[in-house]
């Protein structure tokens, strides 16, 4: 175990505060901790409207409109595990494996705590290793070996040196190497790279520096740094809708939990066909234009549309989740 999974496993009772926090207009924008509200209340952004402390309103005018009218995040959340109910030693499950999420575009990590819940930490263990098994079966999907071990990260294995060696000499040699010679060599690159190696592959991996931590990566076309499953397997995803709901479904069928949120939804969408993938380019064209065109009136417009619908997130942040 590395320290970050036990951090991660660390026994938490109360993921929810429940606190309620109220546009000045009377509606209830969203949930939170005790420590967001304190947060509001320090900076006479808000009062108190509840006996018990745990509702205020907001004494300015937001941007944004919090969670109005989305059921799952303005209802009271129970601190039990989803799974079975029990109160006592309770986690943070994040439905994504953290081994993809944080290769996930901030814009669909930032509001996907619909997806973070509350289990025990035996349900936890459980779920785990269900959740191996869909890991490989992945790897075989995308292609993508799962190397190392960690959850994290997957280091590239100790085989570079003779992989890379082998690569070299077969790029610099050539058709001088005797036949069985040049197999044995591709079969060491193949056996690295977990996959049959390619000539592509090996002119690659030959032209890659000595140090190892970047080749995995750069030969599976990941860029920079060690190479990872998580993000190679993120960088073909084509429909981060259908991969989250996957792993959701996936959570259900294997757990059968009892306790759910009944606002919790299997096909919930995190993000729109605007800002899928393809539409993410589309925005970022887009955003180009305007910084090109920044202090024309059209583009003034536009550019507060983009960065208006952004910033409303600022009541989003912290929240219960
Ligand atoms: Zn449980």
Request: proline residues 4%; glycine residues 6%.
């Amino acid at each position: 175990m590395n320290g970050k999974k036990d951090r991660s496993l660390q026994a938490t009772n109360q993921l929810y505060g429940n606190c309620s926090v109220v546009h000045p207009d009377g509606s209830l924008m969203f949930r939170c901790s005790e420590e967001r509200i304190n947060w509001y209340l320090d900076r006479n952004l808000a009062k108190v409207i509840s006996d018990d402390g745990k509702t205020i309103q907001l004494s300015f005018m937001p941007k944004g409109r919090g969670h109005d009218l989305d059921p799952f995040y303005l209802s009271k959340k129970d601190n039990h595990c989803v799974v079975c109910g029990e109160k006592e030693d309770l986690t943070r499950h994040h439905v994504v494996p953290r081994c993809y999420r944080r290769y996930f575009p901030d814009r669909i990590k930032n509001r996907n705590s619909h997806d973070v819940l509350l289990v025990c930490i035996p349900c936890h263990e459980e779920y785990e290793r269900e959740a191996s098994r869909l890991k490989r079966e992945l790897a075989i999907k995308y292609n993508v070996p799962i190397n190392g071990g960690g959850r994290n990260s997957d280091q590239p294995s100790k085989d570079y040196g003779r992989a890379k060696r082998a690569a070299a000499a077969l790029v610099r040699n050539g058709d001088a190497i005797p036949l069985e010679r040049q197999a044995v060599l591709k079969g060491r690159i193949s056996k690295y790279l977990k996959k049959e190696a390619s000539w592509t592959d090996i002119k690659r991996l030959a032209d890659l520096p000595s140090k190892r931590r970047n080749v995995a990566a750069k030969v599976y076309g990941g860029g920079n740094g060690s190479f990872s499953h998580g993000r190679a397997v993120v960088e073909k995803i084509e429909d981060f809708n259908e991969f989250i709901i996957m792993w959701r479904q996936h959570f259900v069928d294997a757990m059968q939990p009892q306790f759910l949120n009944p606002h919790w939804d299997v096909n919930r969408k995190v993000v729109t066909s605007w800002e899928s993938r393809k539409g993410g380019v589309i925005k970022a064209l887009v955003i180009t234009l305007i910084a090109r065109f920044d202090g024309w009136n059209p583009f003034q417009k536009l550019k507060r549309l983009f960065w208006g619908s952004q910033k409303s997130a600022d009541t989003n942040t912290n929240q219960d989740i």
